[in-house]
């Protein structure tokens, strides 16, 4: 069982529709973060958001981690197909502890 | 500044073989993490390193191993291979290293280990 669960693993829509994916916990989180990583790449990090409640916006991606700390989500606008790619969320369940990432989200965004 | 990088990109393996993967963090960064990437486990931690003591260790057997050097460079080494080693393996660096949210990890482009 994954500390942190994906939702969906796999998404394909078409180019200027928006999207969701979950990441959901049972355990608190000090900090939770995103990633993109493309065929070839390693991850990239998108944004960290460290306060329930916190809403963070990057262009048109918006980032929510919930208010009991246990779950985030990230929200495109207009997806472009290069947001293809797979999403990862990762946390540090305390200060100081190791990084724990779900399993990801493979998006693809069709022209 | 440099990014991460990882040698060498590919390797092919047989099992039982062993095999050493390199990481070079960003300039300046102190703590190294190495990383196994697989389509049904996604990313596991593997093991922490900062200024050459192995901080963090994940739940792999004992055929993973790794060190850092005097200069932040890292090496993991994986002994007697096995089919289910086969994976991507990453290397991130950062500044401090278990850091919370405060510090951020750069990924390198992974190398990918194929045993057969």
């Known amino acids: 069982t994954q500390l942190l669960e994906q939702s969906p693993q796999f998404l394909s829509i078409q180019e200027g529709e928006n999207l969701t994916v979950y990441c959901n916990s049972s355990s608190v989180f000090s900090s939770l973060q995103w990633y993109r990583q493309e065929p070839g790449e390693g991850p990239v990090l998108l944004v960290t958001?460290?306060?329930?409640?916190e809403v963070k916006k990057l262009k048109r991606l918006t980032f929510q981690f919930g208010d009991a700390r246990k779950d985030s989500s990230l929200h495109i606008t207009a997806a472009q197909p290069g947001d293809t790619g797979l999403y990862l969320c990762?946390?540090?369940?305390?200060?100081?502890?190791?990084?724990?990432f779900g399993e990801g989200t493979q998006l693809t965004v069709n022209p | 500044k440099a990014g991460v990088t990882q040698t060498p990109r590919y390797l092919i393996k047989t099992r039982g073989q062993q095999v050493t993967l390199s990481c070079s963090p960003i300039s300046g960064h102190r703590s190294v993490s190495w990383y196994q990437q697989t389509p049904g486990q996604g990313l596991q931690f593997l093991f922490e390193?900062?200024?050459?003591?192995?901080?963090n260790k994940g739940n792999f057997p004992g055929r993973f191993s790794g060190r850092q050097f005097s200069n932040s460079r890292s090496e993991m080494n994986v002994s007697t291979l096995e089919l289910g080693d086969s994976a991507l393996y990453l290397c991130?660096?950062?500044?401090?290293?278990?850091?919370?949210?405060?510090?951020?990890?750069?990924f390198g482009p992974g190398t990918r280990l194929t045993v057969l």
């Open positions: 991130a660096s950062s500044l401090e290293g278990s850091g919370g949210g405060a510090d951020t990890q750069y």
């Open positions: 990762a946390g540090h369940q305390t200060s100081g502890s190791r990084l724990t």
């Open positions: 958001v460290v306060t329930g409640g």
């Open positions: 390193y900062f200024s050459e003591t192995q901080r």
